[in-house]
């Protein structure tokens, strides 16, 4: 049983999530009920998409408000600069966002956030204290982890197992970014209260009303992004790591494209998908630090410039797609379409201009791994026929022969979406004439969710396996507490500028390392 087939059921008996106890500074602040008078944030704070001077803080709060931050670059707060952010209203989820600019090179940048009530500003919240760091300036290491899949499979929060025990991992590396690469929530899989274990002990979920349904409105998809920020080791990594954040299908369902309409039997009021994506899109933007407007014609695609050693080139490999199919058309069109033609020129341009020395792809789904959608039918791009390209194959191909004749090198993609961690190197040589210049692609994940075993890889471009995380008999959906949870790091090198990448379990433990040298031009 692969992981896309693995079906949750729903069960009645909700429990409610105790309010936490509240933590210093550089632990994440404590989820908070209260009738009390004064503006409440109840799910900490998160800051994103730092480039260029620029960086976006986040946070969430328990009644109409007005957010306003303080940033310095010392938790002292010396010569702390104070930016007026806007009303955080039902109409935005109670979420809202402010833009730090000015921010200094390779800095820590310590900010405090504060909501104040819109009648009275006398009437302020508690302090949410985060951090964040700059792209770091040249003679200057990077350290960037990424992982996907967060609270899937039926596998919440059991707190007496530890939460999410991969992010206080993760906060442990000291990362100077997070790529969160997608199905950032499970919309589509809800919880059930209690989940009997091979070995009989009982793995009990903390339940909230929006986890106990597949979610259709956009309160039920914002109860999704909520969850996760239940989880103390979650909010105190998003409240110290900045993150460049990515979606993928289970933000609204399993396996969607625009043009789905569900059957029937699905269990879903709402069976235009493209209606479910609009309102799980919103609350997408709503609940991330995005340089993104939460409405309106919002790219999800972007590049985010860290410094002179890594650019990131974020990617939605969702929104553009044409249907699952067989995948076997033998010429582009709609039918055939990935990325889309308005988001592979963007990229292709974006990488040809880059001139940072690793261009680090961030793609929600690997290129290379046979994902199935329904018997015959393709999810991602590869088709599993392992001949000439066809199908979603042929916008690949001619992106990698577009970026080989402008000369673009040192490409790294990093990816998630299987469900277990692999190294896969590819090579024009291993294929039947096919030109593009070889290129490494690294899987992550999952970080709190079903682990299963690997799914195969189609040769069309040439790929290798050199190094798969689990066995090739895993049984499926093998819970959190079996320690088969894993995220990447990058790590870029000023002396030589090299590029370490290794996959990490969630006891710290490094499973694979490999170090790259740059392709001088």
């Known amino acids: 049983m692969r992981r896309r087939t693995f079906l949750t059921r729903t069960v009645g008996g909700l429990v409610t999530a105790t309010s936490l106890p509240r933590l210093a500074f550089g632990q994440a602040p404590a989820v908070v009920r209260s009738n009390a008078a004064r503006p409440v944030i109840d799910y900490g704070t998160a800051a994103g998409d730092p480039s260029g001077g620029r960086a976006v803080v986040w946070a969430h709060v328990d009644r109409p408000a007005r957010m306003t931050v303080d940033w310095a670059t010392s938790d002292t707060f010396i010569n702390a600069r104070r930016v007026r952010g806007p009303l955080a209203t039902p109409d ?145 990594f998003s409240s110290e790591v900045a993150q460049v954040t990515m979606w993928d299908d289970h933000e609204v369902r399993d396996n969607w494209y625009p043009t789905q309409v569900l059957g029937e039997r699905a269990p879903y009021v709402e069976k235009q998908v493209s209606v479910l994506a609009a309102r799980a899109r919103q609350a997408f933007l709503e609940h991330y630090p995005l340089t993104l407007p939460v ?143 070889a290129f ?20 069309t471009f040439g790929p290798e396996v050199r190094f798969s995380g689990v066995p090739k008999d895993l049984a499926p959906n093998r819970p959190p507490s079996a320690g088969l949870q894993f995220f990447g790091l990058l790590e870029a090198a000023p002396a030589d500028q090299s590029l370490t990448v290794s996959l990490v379990n969630v006891a710290g433990t490094r499973v694979f390392s490999t170090t790259l040298q740059p392709v001088r031009s």
Not at 158 to 187: H, I, K, Q, S, W
Not at 426 to 437: C, E, I, M, Q, V
Not at 440 to 459: C, I, K, M, N, Y
């Open 92 to 236: 935005t989820g109670l979420t809202a966002r402010v833009v730090l600019s000015d921010l200094p090179q390779g800095q820590s940048v310590f900010y405090r956030v504060r909501f104040e009530d819109p009648t009275d500003p006398r009437i302020v919240s508690d302090v949410s204290a985060g951090r964040l760091r700059t792209a770091p300036g040249p003679g200057r290491p990077v350290r960037i982890a990424w992982t996907a899949d967060t609270v899937g499979q039926g596998w919440g929060i059991d707190t007496a197992r530890g939460g999410m025990r991969l992010y206080e991992t993760m906060r442990a590396a000291e990362p100077d970014l997070f790529l969160n690469v997608g199905d950032t929530v499970y919309a589509d899989q809800p919880l059930r209260e209690t989940v009997t274990l091979d070995d009989g002990t009982v793995w009990r979920n903390v339940m909230t009303p929006s986890k106990a349904k597949v979610a259709e409105t956009l309160d039920e998809f914002r109860g999704n992004h909520l969850y996760n920020r239940l989880d103390d080791h979650y909010r105190r």
């Open 440 to 459: 490494w692609e690294f899987v992550a994940g999952p970080a709190h969710a079903g682990t299963f075993a690997p799914v195969s890889l189609d040769a």
């Open 295 to 437: 409405r309106g014609e919002a790219r999800i695609y972007r590049r985010i410039p860290f410094g002179p050693l890594v650019d990131i080139f974020a990617l939605d490999m969702r929104s553009y797609r044409g249907p699952n199919s067989e995948n076997l058309q033998t010429t582009e069109s709609a039918e055939t379409a990935f990325l889309g033609s308005e988001q592979l020129r963007w990229l292709a341009d974006a990488l040809a201009a880059s001139t940072a020395t690793w261009k680090v792809i961030a793609a929600d789904m690997p290129l290379g791994l046979v994902v199935g959608h329904q018997p015959g039918f393709h999810e991602a791009v590869a088709n599993g026929d392992g001949g000439a390209p066809r199908g979603r194959e042929l916008e690949l191909a001619g992106l990698l022969q577009m970026l080989q004749s402008r000369g673009v090198k040192n490409l790294v993609w990093v990816t998630a979406d299987v469900h277990y961690c692999a190294a896969h190197h590819y090579d024009p040589a291993r294929t039947k004439g096919l030109r593009f210049d």
